[in-house]
């Protein structure tokens, strides 16, 4: 498989260095990706770098994680108004950790010849003084180059620190390090890092005299103009603690046509024969959602796993569909919460529950899902009161074996209204 054909036809290129197909035929070389470890956590923006170093790997070649431990200490003003806040030493380390363990779950390390391999910028810049640095890398790269740079002229009439000018200067010497010591010929990245990944080239070139290249992605948009990656509650997390499984596979189920043959491409390895037959498949009945649901099961089952994906759609056949009492106690504490975030809650004290707790009680007065015991009372006459997902009447009597995890009640009325009642 010809890797940059492969990216070319996913719509994964953006920019590209005339040179890098030549030297990728000659055989395997090594190409790398920086991530900011600036959480201990990657979101799903991260994905198309993460995939990107997927088909490289696949193309037989070996794929390098460059996680910057020192430069995730400095800051990167790339697409940024603002300077971020530095981290310390220790934060850095427990962020890559958790960095570590989700690239795992995508590349291979223990593949041979083109194994996977992550690397900490700090093994070389920890023990750098300084001096050492501008004189013996900054002498290399002229200010007016680096003033050049739209991620610095961007920058200038709101302000920027000298920390945040040289990043270019740091990152160009991580490409002429893993040139010089791993013969890494090509730096992968998202298309706002052209020109710090141009300014490593032009480093290995003005220092050593090497050949070096750079390959860029395409940003990632939304068809309807809204930001790739993000909800209203914020960054959509590659880590369940963060994101649960369930609104995880829920982000990529609840795509647009448009943006699930789009996102397929890119954060799949299907191969390109079984994608076109997919969209055409969905275009005969996109009511059925074929591409949204293939993408969502592919994603969650790499992302967590096949058992997280499978309880995902348990959890979503509650809320839309018809499951039963049974599948609702099955679910953890946080898919419970995740699935019904959102929905009107109201809190009732353990104590009442041993006070013969009725259930009409309960919907009006105790929680005000109903406005009037009457209005409780025609609802369950007329068999529209569920609770947990199984239909009650008036002579229902809460007690402590309808809680689930010990302290939520669910109540529905007919097939969209939810309330969750919470035991305190």
């Known amino acids: 498989m010809n890797f940059i054909e492969e990216l070319k036809w996913r719509g994964m290129i953006h920019d590209i260095m005339p040179g890098i197909e030549e030297t990728l035929e000659k055989g395997p070389s090594a190409g790398y990706i920086g991530f900011d470890p600036t959480a201990d956590s990657l979101h799903i923006g991260s994905l198309v770098q993460i995939m990107t170093l997927v088909h490289f790997q696949r193309a037989g070649h070996k794929p390098i994680a460059l996680v910057g431990g020192a430069t995730g200490m400095v800051g990167d003003p790339s697409g940024k108004s603002n300077e971020r806040n530095l981290l310390t030493r220790e934060q850095v380390l427990t962020n890559i950790e958790g960095i570590r363990k989700q690239l795992e779950q995508f590349l291979d390390f223990e593949n041979g010849v083109n194994s996977a391999e992550i690397v900490d910028n700090y093994e070389w810049f920890g023990q750098m003084g300084f001096l050492e640095f501008i004189r013996d890398v900054g002498k290399h790269i002229t200010v007016n180059y680096m003033m050049a740079k739209d991620s610095v002229k961007t920058r200038l009439e709101t302000g920027l620190s000298f920390t945040e000018f040289s990043y270019q200067l740091v990152q160009g010497y991580d490409f002429y390090w893993l040139h010089k010591n791993k013969n890494c010929v090509v730096q992968l990245g998202g298309s706002d890092q ?75 390895t299907r191969a390109k024969e079984e994608i076109e037959s997919l969209i055409t498949e969905h275009e005969h009945a996109p009511h059925q959602r074929l591409l949204q649901k293939t993408l969502a099961e592919d994603i969650t089952t790499r992302v967590h796993s096949k058992e997280d994906f499978e309880h995902a759609v348990e959890a979503s056949e509650i809320l839309f569909g018809k499951s039963t009492g049974e599948a609702l106690r099955r679910l953890s504490e946080d898919d419970f919460l995740s699935i019904f975030d959102g929905v009107p809650q109201a809190e009732i ?27 409780a009372r025609r609802a369950l006459k007329e068999n529209s009161i569920s609770l947990n997902k199984e239909k009650i009447n008036e002579e229902k009597v809460i007690d402590s074996n309808d809680l689930i995890s010990n302290k939520y009640l669910l109540l529905q009325h007919g097939k969209k209204k939810y309330f969750v009642v919470h035991i305190v």
Do not use: C
């Open 194 to 268: 052209w020109g710090n990944i141009v300014t490593g080239t032009e480093l290995i070139r003005r220092m050593g005299g090497g050949e070096a290249y750079a390959v860029t992605t395409p940003l990632i948009k939304k068809a309807d103009g809204t930001k790739f990656g993000k909800t209203e509650g914020g960054n959509v997390w590659l880590d369940k603690e963060r994101t649960s499984a369930y609104k995880f596979y829920q982000y990529w189920l609840n795509s647009s046509d448009e943006d699930a043959a789009n996102y397929i491409r890119i954060f799949t």
């Open 349 to 375: 004290h353990k104590s009442e529950l041993s006070n013969s707790l009725g259930i009409v009680d309960v919907l009006s007065g105790k929680t005000g899902f109903f406005k009037s015991n009457g209005e």
